[in-house]
């Protein structure tokens, strides 16, 4: 797989709720290679750094990005029209290994981290349940399309206001305790990824985690991104996220 650098004209910009911002961009060159839980890095206007962005879809020659405005750089972003163009770079990184699209999975995805979920959800339809959770109503997004993938959509909130009242990880265990479950796809804040895999590990099930960490350059150079993993035999070592990963199998991840 290689890494291309293209200019990218945007044929859909929506804004589900404030400071969202979902982007579709005509893309064949990276698009047609990009594997689920792949990023790309964008060039923002009067910045010297890309800004990396998780691939939330990919379809024929369109490729899909959805993230929240937190800073300048992402703010840039937030104010590209459909007439407007983006130099993007990618695919990058490490994307999910989903094997057999035949078994039953379930994906957990907390706030942004539900984004890069969508790709591979896609590819299992109804074989998978998808565990979302947030913090309240008004930061809920994607259901319609996750939904429209075929999954069983289950939700959580932190403050009861829709779905379950409570941690989406609550919801992975009441799941696995309904019965088959062959792997577990994660995206999400550390702590969510750290229960999901201790419950998945405790249970014997392969989870692969897809690890937020800030990123500079993006091609493994600046050691911005590094973070502790367990080799094989047993020893530590640092890994780059940004070509390491960002996706892991979860026994190879120290967390603490």
């Known amino acids: 797989m290689s890494i291309t650098v293209t200019r990218c004209p945007v044929v859909k910009k929506v804004s589900p709720r404030a400071g969202l911002i979902d982007l579709t961009v005509q893309c064949p060159e990276i698009a047609r290679q990009a594997a689920p839980g792949q990023f790309i890095m964008v060039r923002c206007e009067g910045f010297t750094l890309r800004r990396p962005l998780s691939i939330c879809d990919a379809q024929g020659d369109l490729l899909r990005v959805v993230f929240e405005v937190r800073g300048a750089g992402t703010a840039w ?48 339809g109804s074989n998978a349940t998808v565990l979302l959770g947030f913090r309240t109503v008004s930061l809920i997004a994607l259901t319609d399309d996750f939904r429209a993938a075929g999954a069983d959509l289950r939700l959580a909130t932190d403050d009861g206001s829709e779905g379950h009242g409570g941690l989406v990880t609550d919801l992975q265990t009441a799941r696995l305790d309904e019965g088959s479950c062959a792997a577990i796809f994660a995206c999400g804040p550390r702590p969510m990824l750290q229960a999901t895999a201790v419950e998945a590990m405790r249970r014997g099930i392969p ?24 080799r ?25």
Request: charged share 20%.
């Open 207 to 230: 989870c692969q985690v897809s690890l937020e960490q800030r990123m500079a350059c993006g091609m493994g150079a600046c050691l911005g991104c590094a973070y502790k993993i367990r």
């Open 77 to 124: 972003l937030a104010g590209i029209g459909e007439r407007d163009s983006l130099d993007i770079l990618g695919p990058q990184g490490k994307g999910f290994d989903l094997g057999d699209v035949s078994r039953t999975v379930v994906f957990v995805g907390g706030g942004i981290g539900i984004f890069p979920l969508l790709h591979a959800c896609r590819r299992f």
């Open 232 to 256: 094989a035999d047993g020893s530590e070592t640092y890994a780059h996220v940004c070509v390491d990963g960002p996706v892991f199998d979860a026994r190879e991840v120290i967390w603490s």
